[in-house]
């Protein structure tokens, strides 16, 4: 059933999966040319949104000379999907992907995370400060406890995904589509988008839910070591402009930057093929700046 997003994504990218320390089998994709450990990216997606959300965006940067690493953590896609008492954390994320690196032998990368994967940034950058050398934070918070979208989706959708061993999740088809909804043009990156969610069984609604919400990364962004750039679509309206405030007000990085995307979405480098260039454009730039071109 799962695989049938994938027949929509035309990345052109490797497709692996790996066998984790922790336990878990994970899917993960890989593009662009291998060079040294500075080139080295770490693509970690929001919480839903699987491979497919980096399907634009990742070509762009290997295209520009970067080696990106697509990861699909727990409870996505291909991965697997267990059930967890308290959910799958940002902490426990972030452990899987030291797992991952460690598997493949990579010493040092630079991270690049969207929503829920700019919070398993932040919590990487606590448990390995020396592995991470740039932390890239795209609609990033400082906390989840009190998100309206998130406490919405919990409270008012939780009785369809509360059954973990249900198949699916019976979400309904209306929250579906608005969920998973996309400005994008491309027909295909649109559809694949689209099954991802629709696919998703109730054992991930569950614990990705429970997971997230418990987040509180204030104690992470006070100590951030590695240079950071937070980027944030001024349409957002999962992580608001009150949510920027605050990550500006613990954000302690000694080389900080930030950028705002006029008109962009919460999912603002999926919004389009434009915007996804817009983005590499910011990311690539970060990148290089800070281990030399």
């Known amino acids: 059933m799962e695989e049938r997003y994938r027949n929509h994504i035309k990345a052109g990218w490797q ?4 066998r984790l320390d922790t336990g878990i089998n ?12 500075t080139k080295d990216v770490l693509l970690i997606h929001g919480v839903t949104d699987g491979c497919v959300s980096w399907s634009q965006i990742a070509p762009l940067l290997a295209e520009k000379g970067l080696h990106c690493y697509v990861v699909e953590y727990r409870g996505n896609g291909m991965t697997d999907k267990p059930d967890m008492e308290g959910g799958y954390t940002a902490e426990i994320i972030a452990e899987d992907m030291l797992s ?7 010493e040092r990368i630079n991270a690049v995370g969207h929503s829920f994967g700019s919070l398993i940034t932040q919590a990487l950058t606590s448990k390995a400060p020396e592995k991470i050398i740039t932390a890239t934070m795209i609609d990033t918070a400082a906390s989840c406890e009190k998100n309206a979208v998130l406490t919405e989706v919990i409270e008012g959708y ?3 995904f509360k059954d973990a061993e249900s198949e699916k999740s019976n979400m309904p088809e ?6 998973a909804d996309t400005s994008n043009d491309d027909e295909d990156f649109r559809t ?3 099954l991802h969610v629709r696919d998703m069984p109730a054992v991930s609604w569950k614990n990705l839910m429970n997971g997230l919400i418990k987040f509180d990364g204030k104690a992470y962004l006070e100590n951030m070591k590695c240079p950071a750039m937070v980027i944030w679509g001024t349409e957002d309206e999962i992580f608001t402009g009150e949510d920027q405030e605050e990550v500006k007000k613990y954000l302690n990085s000694p080389d900080v930057r930030y950028v705002n995307i006029e008109g962009a979405s919460h999912n603002g480098f999926w919004d389009s093929l434009q915007m996804a260039e817009t983005y590499a454009g910011y990311i690539y730039d970060f990148i290089t700046d800070n281990n030399g071109r």
């Not at 497709?15 to 790996?18: D, K, L, P, S, V």
């Not at 994709?29 to 291998?34: L, S, T």
């Not at 209306?174 to 969920?179: E, K, L």
């Open 26 to 37: 994970m899917a993960y994709c890989e593009c662009g040319e291998k060079s040294d450990e």
């Open 192 to 194: 694949a988008t689209y």
């Open 15 to 18: 497709e692996h999966m790996i």
């Open 100 to 106: 991952f690196m460690k598997k493949l032998g990579i």
């Open 174 to 179: 209306d929250f579906i589509r608005d969920w």
């Open 158 to 160: 939780g009785k369809y």
